[in-house]
């Protein structure tokens, strides 16, 4: 990541986790200006409150086919209240409840939805609450947010929008109200059988989840469109999600609109499978390639959904074209000069198999594209609902597909002797972040009784999968076959004592 230049705007004095760049060697590795940031931010913010984020502040997750917000993706959306939006369209992002869990921030109180970053901060690891905090979009509007209290409104700097639910694909872990082929799937045959039927719609009807369609009146896009010219002034980051951002107009809009209106200190993101029909993809590659030519935003970010390889990739991302999605990624990062590409790469107990392959087409893309800064990136968040496909699940044996891939990424790493060097490996806050996931993993579930419900949703789910998409689990996955085996007896013997009961 390039050295933050935020010196030119503010004192050294001031912002002092900016004001020194100097290299600390740490196994020939190059000093990570990112994670470095993070470990300085950590105590001022402590200063404050042991528990204050900046993102809770600054950072907003619009679900606007539901009416859901949430402040970044770790903590659950919460809906919207009609009544708060039609008073200020800001309460888009300013609701009360966020309000709650901004005092509770000040307080140094702990609020409950917030737990990933409590869980991961009491292993010893830096969390999300660190590094958000220090990205150039949060830290300079610290003492803002400080003055702003828990009560006041105030207009983010990272604002994340899913317009529409349409997608093409069913992702495994995805679920109705962000898929229109899950949706699809599940009016015809309804939900999965696992314990708890899954993906029902009766449970989405009973939470408000039902989304919008395109075609629908939808007083939630609406007030975005009335706040958008006030929040657009304001906007560091803008990331467009979906469903599948590339199937809908209102992704267009923005672009549009960005091309009418530029503004130079505006990072600009889409989150897409890159695997949508090859005449939308060219719409799509047409307009940010005039928005990165013409400087009219200062970098156009594409966030790719890739969690394997080959058939493991296509097996989780059912309707994925692994193929088809590499050379699409390709040819963004070919003709769009200055555009980045950030693998999502979710971790989840089917993608460890083939993860180190796909980060060896990361360096390989690295090595191909990053000659003056770094274009490709990625990130390892691990999944954790729904938990059949949580990597706590699986048996003790399996953590070495990710550890052996630590030891493998140590080996190349990022350093400061060449510019290919200090763009063609891996930074150390990669490295570190997949350990936490390691850690997280070992650390496992509460109880037997827990593994023992969570394996049989797993034999449930995907043997209902395979049924359902003509797919084949264990040929895709043969390193999961006694896993599999273990399951299936575990389901079978839970059926077994139901039918006892009933007699």
């Not at 409590?118 to 949060?138: F, I, Q, T, V």
Request: aromatic share 12%; hydrophobic share 35%; with cysteine.
């Amino acid at each position: 990541m390039e050295p933050m230049k935020i010196s030119s705007i503010f004192s050294q004095n001031e912002y002092p986790i900016f004001a020194e760049k100097k290299p600390l060697q740490l196994d020939r590795q190059v000093h990570s200006v990112y994670m470095s940031s993070a470990q300085k931010v950590q105590p001022q913010l402590d200063q404050i409150s042991s528990s204050l984020c900046l993102a809770k502040w600054l950072q907003v997750s619009l679900q606007l086919t539901t009416g859901q917000t949430q402040s970044c993706y770790h903590p659950p959306t919460h809906k919207i209240p009609i009544n708060e939006i039609q008073k200020d369209v800001s309460a888009l992002h300013n609701t009360q409840y966020k309000k709650e869990q901004r005092k509770k921030m000040l307080q140094g109180e702990r609020p409950a939805e917030c737990s990933t970053c409590w869980k991961m901060e009491d292993l010893g690891h830096l969390s999300d609450r660190h590094y958000r905090s220090a990205e150039e979009w949060s830290w300079p509007r610290f003492h803002e947010v400080l003055a702003s209290g828990a009560e006041k409104n105030i207009l983010p700097s990272y604002v994340e929008v899913n317009f529409n639910h349409a997608c093409q694909l069913k992702c495994s872990y995805c679920s109705p109200h962000i898929s229109s082929s899950w949706m699809e799937e599940i009016k015809q045959f309804g939900p999965y059988p696992t314990i708890n039927p899954h993906n029902s719609l009766e449970w989405f009807e009973k939470q408000e989840l039902i989304p919008h369609l395109q075609s629908d009146k939808n007083p939630y896009a609406e007030a975005f469109w009335r706040w958008w010219p006030e929040l657009y002034k304001t906007l560091r980051v803008f990331r467009m999600t979906g469903g599948e951002p590339l199937m809908d107009i209102n992704t267009y809009k923005v672009l549009d609109y960005i091309l009418k209106n530029p503004k130079p200190d505006l990072k600009l993101s889409i989150t897409s499978n890159f695997s949508i029909q090859a005449e939308l993809f060219h719409k799509f590659i047409s307009r940010v390639q005039k928005i990165s030519d013409g400087h009219f935003a200062e970098r156009v970010t594409v966030f790719v959904s890739c969690d394997s390889v080959g058939d493991q990739a296509e097996y989780i991302r059912h309707g994925l074209d692994f193929e088809y999605m590499l050379n699409n990624v390709d040819h963004f990062l070919t003709t769009v000069q200055t555009g980045v590409v950030s693998f999502i790469l979710t971790m989840t107990n089917l993608n460890i198999f083939g993860f180190q392959n796909l980060l060896e087409k990361i360096l390989y893309l690295r090595r191909k594209h990053s000659r003056y800064f770094q274009r490709v990136w990625f990130d390892t968040p691990p999944l954790r609902f729904p938990s059949w496909q949580s990597l706590q699940i699986l048996p003790e044996e399996n953590q070495k597909f990710i550890s052996t891939t630590i030891d493998w990424m140590k080996t190349k790493p990022m350093t400061m002797q060449t510019t290919q060097s200090r763009l063609h490996g891996f930074h150390d806050y990669e490295v570190a972040r997949l350990q936490r996931v390691l850690d997280w993993m070992k650390s496992g579930l509460p109880d037997a009784e827990s593994l023992k419900l969570e394996k049989i949703n797993f034999y449930r789910f995907f043997s209902e999968h395979d049924r359902r998409r003509n797919t084949k689990f264990l040929t895709v996955f043969p390193e999961l076959q006694s896993f599999w085996k273990s399951c299936e007896q575990l389901s079978h013997a839970y059926d077994a004592s139901k039918v006892e009961l009933k007699k």
